[in-house]
């Protein structure tokens, strides 16, 4: 199905990437993420591990139902009831996938689903993982003959982690060199893998690893993932990509959304991208000012490697609206923006338009994925922020009142002083909605340069003994911390809390 | 003078780090970094390049001057004033070093450099960097002639950039292993590497150099720099240290140290840290919330390769001090913490401790970092806060009055609206202070978690064709917000515009 020299990219930012420490995405924000990895054109998208919870099992089915273009592929565990689940979700895609994975233990489970290999071949292709990085001589043995039963079970693509990230380039590449040497079937298969960060060389060790013969890397937007993350999908794709005279391969990705899907990714994870992030980081293009210009045209060509439009950089200036635009042009740059959005979105994100022109003048592309972000994805506010009011200062008591909607459509108040104005207006909310719940982190972000830019404000809390992850935007940040805390209460509330994990490890 | 398996760290986070876009320290900042890097017991500091501004020069001098235990390098372009100025810097250290680079025009300055040979032998090692990537045949015959006339001239470390970041960790490490074959003196001189991130490969590129025989690495904490950045030293060192088995070599950092350097760099910058960044991010070391207690628990022993505690991470709760707390309490947790703090700084710091005890009750680590950050590192204040008031909400319009007391010591106050309180003071401020500035960024991180936590704000301005970075941290957002920019253009004051720089080029 593959050319020689062609590398296939398995994303699993929705997957590996939402395991990061406080992630926590819903339905339609998976969903959202996977179009922008469609539209990427990754080759595979890991959608979820359905056995792993409902909400996982449905988002892997939307995702399958909705998504084209790209396959989908699901995790299980080699068990039975995962593999079942896995299907369950899946079934419903253009080109389904089941990913396997095993610990050395569970070989004899692979034996099973050998019994029973019409029904694997039925699910198409079958990948299996396992973690044998502390390999010794004769470990390595026990790889090879896991690898060689896997692929006569019906495998087509079997998938080499280095699931702590132990590895180091040199020997990754010889470990996979010697899997091709050593089992007699690989022929019939195609190697992947799945590079952690713990080191800081998973795209190093993914890079080496397709040097010596493997054809799929398994990636995550910005690098996210459990501890410090997956191989970064846009470091890999764009070393292959900057550097065809050393690989002489390519991979499918269309490397211009790089940089909207790293955004996205970004905003909806609240996992940021540090200034100096490779390829996606805000300094990556950036010089240092000071320098006379002469000297940043001179550098721009001495010094950059790789065309920030390559990555879907805007060259220049992003301003497009005013408040004197309309609605047809409003609808027009978000369409150029990639969004599909319904009338009824449309509406809502034209009111905030307008509002926030009158309050800034300018609006630029970055406003415009704050405003939709902020009227398209929130989830059904069963408790809505009608009112807020504050004050404070340096030689004050800071004090907030609020006024909340209630589910029964009730208005009702409270007042708190606090700490700072977003403590109190904490306080007075958490006084009125009865979700015990624990601020993790709390982040704000510039959403453009300017004094009078919208504040985008991010936070984290735990209730019911999960994560929820609140966002929101706005000129005026007590305001956007109050509405960012709101959406994190409405999410926790919209959530069943989800049975507790058992305790699994995956690659 | 060094073994064979060791490995030296030639740290230029106070030289290629503070190019970083928007990255501008003083001189406190500049040599409190220097002192941590001491304390981490880096080989080689490279504290900046004296001939490119008087600040430079006189920074590199202090450090020179005050920080023992580690060599203190200064970067000079290979023209005589640019060696001169490096020398009249680094001159005072225990052990200076001065780092030539040259691009390749440059050659006939090495020669003059060699007709002054015993001036250049008085000048100690020096270093000599170029920038052969794009490497072609007959350019590698040309590195080697220039390697071998450096080396005749009396330099006993070449340095060999990857300026742009283009280079592959097996093409990169052929290279330094070519060198080795090709330039017939290199025994007498030690090889080191300076690799760039723009492709994520310079942690891997460096590490492949040293197994091909390099012995030092340049690197920068948190890996800033130029772009995106040069290869992080927390990355290269804990890899060679988690890996013997592999290296066979060490270095001599003391590990302990890369957390709070690491904590110290990214405050003192403005550069943050993402959560999944190798060894130093917030997840580096935390396992997605959810899965059992005994999951965490096994997992830790499965999939961590490095013990938290050997970056030096504090194990548990890091809560210490509350309101009750004296003086000797605190000082004795901040002599504990590494901070070499005068009676005066200590003076303003449990005052500053004392009013956030009242706020927020419990005081921990991160709280007292951030105290001693605002108490201790303020440039002069010739402009100062005296009040501010702000009133805002969602259905008002942000109203801010401040009070400043200006350098004739009298207040003036002044009134304004905005789009949110953060603009509303922002303007009011700005009506007193006669520095015309734009707001490039403003973050705000929650220090601790909580909601009556401490916000840190880091705001970057441009004033005078510079970029100021201004900090502050309150339990009142908009007060730190107001108090950041107070900070900023209060260092936008106290300096003097930069002369222009030429536009040069550099490792």
């Known amino acids: 199905m593959t050319s020689e020299d062609k590398v296939l990219i398995f994303d699993t930012t929705l997957r590996d990437g939402e395991q990061s420490p406080g992630v926590a995405l819903n339905v339609e924000e998976k969903l959202e993420i996977a179009r922008a990895l469609e539209r990427m ?8 591990f359905p056995a792993s919870s409902p909400g996982d099992l449905e988002s892997v089915t939307q995702i399958a139902k909705q998504v084209r273009g790209s396959a989908i592929a699901g995790l299980a565990r080699a068990v039975q009831a995962d593999v079942d689940a896995c299907w369950e979700a899946v079934q419903h895609a253009e080109h389904p996938r089941i990913h396997v994975f095993l610990s050395s233990s569970d070989i004899h489970i692979m034996h099973q689903l050998e019994r029973d290999k019409e029904r694997v071949l039925e699910m198409a292709r079958t990948m299996v993982a396992f973690s044998p990085m502390d390999a010794t001589r004769s470990e390595l043995e026990y790889v090879y003959r896991m690898l060689t039963e896997c692929i006569d079970a019906g495998a087509t ?7 702590v990230g132990y590895a180091i380039p040199e020997e990754f590449g010889d470990f996979i060199r010697k899997i091709q040497e050593n089992v007699s079937n690989i022929h019939k298969a195609s190697i992947s893998v799945h590079c952690h960060n713990d080191l800081g060389l998973a795209v190093a ?8 013969g493997a054809r799929q890397i398994e990636t995550c937007m910005n690098g996210i993932g459990e501890r410090a993350g997956n191989a970064s999908l846009e470091e890999v794709v764009m070393a292959i990509k900057t550097r065809p005279d050393y690989f002489h391969l390519s991979t499918s990705i269309d490397s211009t959304q790089i940089h909207r899907t790293s955004r996205l990714v970004s905003q909806l994870t609240g996992m940021s991208v540090q200034p100096n992030k490779a390829i996606v980081g805000v300094n990556a293009f950036r010089h240092q000012s000071g320098i006379h210009q ?3 045209t001179k550098m721009r060509q001495t010094y950059e490697i790789i065309d920030p439009a390559e990555i879907g950089l805007p060259h220049g200036t992003t301003l497009v609206l005013n408040k004197n635009s309309g609605r047809h042009g409003l609808k027009s740059r978000l369409d150029d923006l990639g969004y599909e959005i319904t009338t009824a979105e449309l509406d809502r994100v034209f009111v905030a338009f307008k509002e926030l022109a009158d309050k800034k003048g300018e609006i630029d592309d970055r406003d415009l994925d704050a405003l939709v972000s902020g009227e398209r994805r929130t989830v059904e506010e069963v408790y809505k922020l009608d009112l807020l009011q504050v004050s404070c200062g340096n030689q004050a008591i800071p004090t907030a009142t609020v006024r909340i909607i209630g589910p029964d459509g009730r208005p009702s108040e409270s007042t708190s002083t606090g700490t700072g104005p977003v403590d109190a207006a904490y306080r007075a909310i958490n006084g009125l909605i009865g979700v015990p719940n624990q601020l993790l982190e709390y982040t704000v972000n510039s959403v453009t340069e300017g004094i009078d830019a919208q504040g985008e404000v991010t936070v984290r809390v735990e209730a019911h003994d999960r994560t929820f992850v609140g966002r929101s935007a706005d000129t005026d940040i007590v305001v956007a911390s109050a509405k960012a ?3 994190a209460l409405n999410r926790a509330i919209a959530q069943a809390p989800r049975e507790p994990q058992e305790a699994w490890s995956n690659p």
Do not use: K, W
């Not at 054109?41 to 979820?48: K, L, M, P, T």
């Not at 693509?157 to 699931?163: A, E, L, Q, S």
């Not at 060790?205 to 010596?212: K, R, W």
């Open 41 to 48: 054109r990754v080759d595979f998208i890991e959608a979820g």
């Open 157 to 163: 693509t079997v998938n080499i982690p280095d699931t």
């Open 205 to 212: 060790n993914s890079l080496t690893a397709v040097t010596a």
């Open 294 to 296: 002469h000297g940043i």
């Open 485 to 487: 805390l709101m959406n």
